[in-house]
């Protein structure tokens, strides 16, 4: 994955990185929405969990989602499952940016989100911390990609 010469995210297939994101705040996702789409990412937000079908269907490179729903964390964490289960999707990177700290700091948790191959953004955060944390997954999957393609 790489940037153009405008310093669009790219994928190795030359097409803009398509980010899902995930909240069940609207205020949240129309920040991210502007502030992603004005880095040069091409965004697509939902309030709810999506099933997997429609994940599918809207083809993210990235998604980012958040691990609070309705108030429980239970709808997050089958969500989280539910994609690295399924061999389509299983090789789409996933970020979390929760405010659930405690969760997330839990050993028993830190190790099964490292085992998901998840990455952690705590809120409140920066946005140059999510960007960051994009870029890098950009890149590790890009060469995880080559490795796969060689």
Known sequence: ???DS???PMTAADH????LFINDTQEILDLMRELLEE????????VALLDMDKVKRLAPDIIVQDLL???TQELGWKTLHLLRMDPELARIPIVLCTAAVSVVRDAAMAEQLDRLGVRVVLKPFHIDQV???LKEVRIAQGLIDQAMDG
């Open 39 to 46: 880095d040069g990412y091409r965004v697509t937000t939902s």
């Open 16 to 19: 803009q990185l398509h980010v």
């Open 69 to 71: 729903f309705e108030g």
């Open 131 to 133: 960007l960051e944390v």
């Open 6 to 8: 405008k310093g669009t």
């Open 1 to 3: 994955m790489s940037v």
